[in-house]
């Protein structure tokens, strides 16, 4: 969406603030033996309680409050009681809803308790990536070029990108223009992104795979023989450093 008055403004900053608190407080809360479902109920419970719909139920009937992905998983996974959160997981949340008619999406990989697994590194270089994707942001500037930045920084830090999924436009509907905002450089995309819009902006890097996969529930995407993550954030484009609505999660703590 492009912001037409204070109005908009107002109500993204209010839902952008009630996810971004969703996905750090869900983060906060899981634990070994916690059940995925359990920590989806969580987070239910914390929109719920601010009148907020989850987004993803709302706009695709997900079976699910938030979206709740392990390991080899890259997003859309579907919280479930018989899926066990284990030490040194790497966990991703993303929780996207809706309020009075506005839009917020926002996501985020991390390493449940102790890191046996060594899987830290590719946590922080997502975010380290994304930050820096974001800070790139104006309007005028293709969306190629952040897509060329993020696939460059995820090969120099030994990773690849996801090449099938990508960040999107937002605001008054889940997805909207522009609707990929991709990891990588496509020369083919002239679109820029316009100064007052509404973007999430994403980051999905894997180990080794470059493409996500369907799991085989309708649902769950999966890295084949790797390990992935993703971090987002929803942003408000301007000419100068970009707003970031949903800066409340631990991503920039």
């Known amino acids: 969406m492009s912001l037409k008055s204070e109005e908009d403004l107002r109500g993204m900053q209010q839902i952008s603030q009630l996810v971004g608190s969703t996905l750090k407080h869900m ?8 059940s995925t479902l359990e920590l989806d109920q969580y987070g239910r419970q914390l929109l719920e309680g601010q009148g907020a719909r989850s987004a993803p139920k709302l706009t695709y009937g997900f079976p699910g409050w938030t979206c709740i992905s392990l390991n080899e998983e890259v997003c859309h996974g579907i919280p479930a009681a018989n899926r066990l959160l284990q030490e040194g997981d790497l966990v991703n949340i993303d929780v996207s809803a809706e309020l009075n008619g506005y839009w917020s999406d926002n996501g985020g990989s991390f390493v449940l308790g102790q890191d046996i697994h060594q899987h830290g590194a590719l946590v922080e270089a997502s975010k380290r990536i994304l930050a820096k994707a974001i800070s790139r942001i104006r309007g005028g500037v293709l969306l190629a070029e952040i897509g060329r930045l993020i696939e460059t920084e995820a090969r120099r830090s030994g990773y690849r990108v996801i090449r099938n999924l990508a960040g999107h436009g937002i605001g008054r509907s889940l997805h909207e223009e522009p609707l990929e905002i991709l990891c990588y450089y496509d020369r083919s995309n002239k679109t820029r992104f316009r100064k007052h819009s509404v973007v999430a902006i ?8 470059t493409y996500a996969h369907e799991k085989g529930d309708g649902w769950t995407l999966i890295a084949k023989d790797s390990f992935a993550v993703q971090h987002e954030q929803t942003i408000i484009v301007t000419d100068q450093q970009p ?9 920039w703590e």
Not at 202 to 209: C, D, I, R
């Open 202 to 209: 994403e980051t999905f890097l894997s180990t080794k795979a």
């Open 27 to 34: 983060q906060q809360y899981a634990r070994p033996g916690m």
């Open 243 to 251: 707003i970031i609505l949903t800066a409340a999660n631990q991503l």
